[in-house]
């Protein structure tokens, strides 16, 4: 399956739930990039990734932050985003919370359908649950558990004892449903929550038309109508099922039902497709944003242990070292690959044979040789650059050049005799010359070395 984004832009504004300010949202399409953030109403313009490494706040809704910028609410429309199958798109916000609209993504996927979807050429990234994944509060008894399935299906159990409502369990089983099922569903609070919420500058911008506000048990109607005074509402009755707003429920379970959508919209945080059954009792943001952690990790993990090259040195490689040194201008003793064994468009993998011969051993330790971290992130550089460089016409008037290393990490050391497989993955297409790819490099099935590295190919001055 291709992954897919928007066919044009779309536009809604509206109020923010706690800071009450106005915005502007702009959905755009985006080719590549996942989901992203931009602050426009900040100078210089802040791009935030959606990212559970990027969640800073839990309280009622779900914040992530970034130099100092930050959007707050934005589980509905990352919901709305990933029920209606949207893999890329820039939103552009010019302020700090997300609209509340009427506590539902009904709106927001009324606007994709109106748009459409257009199918972009990069496969949709899968994350397999491959074994169960836990995880408890033990202060709040919530808990999220994820098991095998051959689809991604959720299921939700919510209990909240002092209120007027019953246990309530809600669950999909295909994201096909996600707009009838799930888009519509409020948000809500109850009342013996207002006052709290208020007092600690959240829910400034809410009212009886963007959530469902539930009656604690006892509430009287004496209690009611000193609490809508002192909000300044009208006065209302307490419904028979326990909601105070004059309005009907969309679904007997719609509590249930919001809550699985808040945990659809923070698991999108992970930013692949998953393939599991995930099951949560009394679910919030805070065990949501944790729980998406934790996922967005083991798919790292499942991505790279899935990945491990499989060298044979009997086949014939698809570059020896004399084609190596017709595409790489780097000589002794700093060439570090000595051939390729498999090339794709989008990954390439290289071999880098390690032997006590090589110069800065000498000094890299003597009695103790150890092969420089350093020089393997070159050597995923140059590994990368073949691959590069392949598609440019005379790759020796192209030199390449580092622009940045991030998330760099040593996991064991490489020695003399040991077979360095180098293999580098392009993360965005290469557009202007620059180079963007996740590297990872193995000695056998065990990973020694791994980092993300930007590059650019230049051409060379006549």
Sequence with gaps: MKKKTLKEAIEIEGIGLHTAKHTTVKIKPQDTGGIKFKRTDLSPEVIIAADPAHVTKTSRSTTIEQNEASITTIEHLMAALRGMGVDNALIEVDNEEIPILDGSAK?????????????????????????????????????????????????????????????????????????????????????????????????????????????????????????????????????????????????????????????????ALVGKHIKGKIIAIKPGHKINTDFARILKKKALEQRKLKGIPMYDPDQTPIMDIEKVKSLLPHRYPFLMVDKIIEMSPNHVVGVKNVTVNEAFFQGHFPENPVFPGVLQMEALAQTGGILALSNVEEPKKWDTYFLKMDNVKFKAKVVPGDTLLLKMELLTPIRRGIVHMQGTAYVGSKLVSEGELIAQIIKRPE
């Design 107 to 267: 709106f927001y996927v009324d606007k994709i359908n109106a748009v459409g979807l257009v199918e972009l050429s990069d496969d949709i990234e899968e994350f397999i649950i491959e074994e169960p994944i836990s995880l408890r509060d033990e202060s709040t008894g919530s808990e999220i558990i994820a098991l095998p399935s051959d689809k991604y299906e959720l299921h939700v159990i919510i209990d909240f004892p002092g209120a007027a409502v019953d246990e309530q369990t809600a669950g999909i089983h295909n994201l096909a449903d996600f707009e009838t099922e799930i888009a519509p569903c409020r948000t809500f609070v109850f009342t013996n929550e207002l006052e709290h919420l208020l007092a600690h500058n959240l829910i400034k911008g809410g009212d009886l038309s963007n959530a469902l506000v539930i009656s604690e048990k006892g509430m009287t109607q004496e209690k009611l109508d000193n609490l809508t005074s002192k909000f300044g509402l009208p006065s209302h009755k307490i419904n028979p099922n326990g909601i105070i707003n004059n309005t009907e429920l969309h679904f007997n379970n719609e509590l249930a039902r919001h809550k699985l959508l808040d945990l659809i919209g923070d698991l």
